[in-house]
């Protein structure tokens, strides 16, 4: 499961594009990349240095969750791990995800993709089905 949701963490969160470049920006839980104008990769904090965008607060609260459902993920390494938290908590990054996403996407002339959406709410599902069948009853 640890593995699973640290996967999380390397796809990217949101593919977002300018109509008038193309060129995609890809942003994870951890800072984005840009390929405009040259490549580039900045991080969350650096982000925070930069720009005062009502987007990073979100982008914060997403990656806290995520980061949460990592730490609970790794209690699974020593049977503690509550999968129902750890699937919440996935949930949470995923839904503040797809916000940030649709929130820069409705801006004119740009686009955004959530894919971290998918893939969180896709580990939270899996995680919390394999729960449900293997709990004692």
């Given at each position: 499961?640890?593995?699973?949701?640290?996967?999380?963490?390397?796809?990217?969160?949101?593919?977002?594009?300018?109509?008038?470049?193309?060129?995609?920006?890809?942003?994870?839980?951890?800072?984005?990349?840009?390929?405009?104008?040259?490549?580039?990769?900045?991080?969350?904090?650096?982000?925070?240095?930069?720009?005062?965008s009502?987007?990073?607060?979100?982008?914060?609260?997403?990656?806290?969750?995520?980061?949460?459902?990592?730490?609970?993920?790794?209690l699974?390494?020593?049977?503690?791990?509550?999968?129902?938290?750890?699937?919440?908590?996935?949930?949470?990054?995923?839904?503040?995800?797809?916000?940030?996403?649709?929130?820069?996407?409705?801006?004119?002339?740009?686009?955004?993709?959530?894919?971290?959406?998918?893939?969180?709410?896709?580990?939270?599902?899996?995680?919390?089905?394999a729960?449900?069948?293997?709990?004692?009853?």
């Amino acid at each position: 499961m640890l593995v699973a949701v640290l996967l999380c963490g390397l796809v990217p969160w949101s593919v977002q594009s300018f109509a008038d470049s193309g060129v995609p920006f890809l942003r994870f839980a951890w800072g984005g990349i840009s390929f405009t104008p040259v490549l580039s990769a900045r991080t969350l904090l650096e982000y925070l240095t930069l720009s005062g965008s009502p987007l990073l607060v979100p982008w914060i609260v997403a990656t806290g969750c995520w980061l949460l459902a990592v730490a609970s993920a790794s209690l699974g390494l020593a049977d503690r791990e509550d999968p129902r938290v750890t699937s919440g908590l996935l949930v949470l990054a995923g839904a503040v995800n797809a916000s940030v996403a649709l929130r820069f996407g409705i801006q004119p002339l740009r686009t955004a993709y959530p894919l971290g959406t998918l893939a969180l709410w896709a580990v939270a599902a899996w995680r919390y089905r394999a729960w449900t069948r293997d709990r004692p009853r």
